[in-house]
């Protein structure tokens, strides 16, 4: 268990909806990441917040977006929905004082039909 | 731009032999790199990481070894186990500093 929590674990859901989802990273980690992984394109950085503020953008559409709450729980905002963004969505977190390593959540897997 | 590539999606290998996992990048100021296992069903789990001022680096039965040079990074599982069945993920830090980008993975099969 790497202490990073994601709601929900499956998610169906139609074209044209939106979906939000929920990361609590590891007691104390400040800085949380959002990753994209699908078949064809393996795990592909979204986003990264550090303590309520964005750090850095990677290949985030412009239907999606994220946020990172004083409570350092963040979540991740996917908007009018296509097929092609059923994949899994990870969150990691990072603290301070683990170096460079990022610890993984189990994934949320969203299907949209 | 950044990059990160596995020369082969799969390998397969009999229970006790030595694996051999390779990646390239192409930053060549690059100064991180790690290797994650991604079990089914599951996230990925930090294996070892090197900085770009070592060679190579070991760990409980895995090595990972740099080569600067050609922008090769490889994991050595020593008696591979059926355990060590999963996708393993070669990652650098981006030229920002701030995440770790992702080659497209390896799936190492291993039979008993």
């Known amino acids: 268990d790497s202490g990073v929590t994601q709601t929900p674990k499956h998610l169906i859901t139609a074209t044209g909806q939106r979906v939000t989802l929920r990361c609590s990273p590891r007691s104390g980690d400040l800085s949380v990441y959002w990753y994209q992984q699908s078949l064809d394109q393996g795990l592909q950085f979204l986003i990264q917040y550090y303590n309520g503020e964005e750090r850095a953008k990677g290949n985030i559409l412009e239907r999606f977006s994220a946020q990172q709450f004083p409570d350092l729980h963040s979540e991740l ?7 092609g963004d059923s994949a899994l969505y990870f969150c990691a977190s990072r603290g301070d004082s683990s170096g460079n390593t990022i610890y993984f959540g189990e994934g949320s897997w969203l299907t949209v039909v | ?4 590539g596995l020369h082969l999606p799969t390998l397969s290998v009999q229970e006790g032999d030595n694996s051999i996992i390779n990646c390239a990048y192409s930053n060549s100021a690059s100064d991180y790199f790690i290797w994650y296992k ?29 080569n600067k040079t050609v922008k090769h990074l490889s994991l050595q599982i020593a008696a591979t186990q059926p355990g060590d069945s999963a996708v393993y993920f070669c990652a650098e830090r981006n030229q920002a500093g701030t995440a770790l980008i992702f080659g497209k993975g390896t799936t190492l099969s291993v039979s008993s």
């Open chain 2, 1 to 4: 731009g950044e990059s990160v």
């Open chain 1, 77 to 83: 905002n996917l908007s009018s929905l296509e097929l």
């Open chain 2, 38 to 66: 991604q079990e089914s069903g599951k996230g990925p789990q930090f294996i070892i990481d090197i900085r770009s001022n070592m060679d190579k680096r070991q760990g409980q039965r895995v090595t990972v070894l740099l």
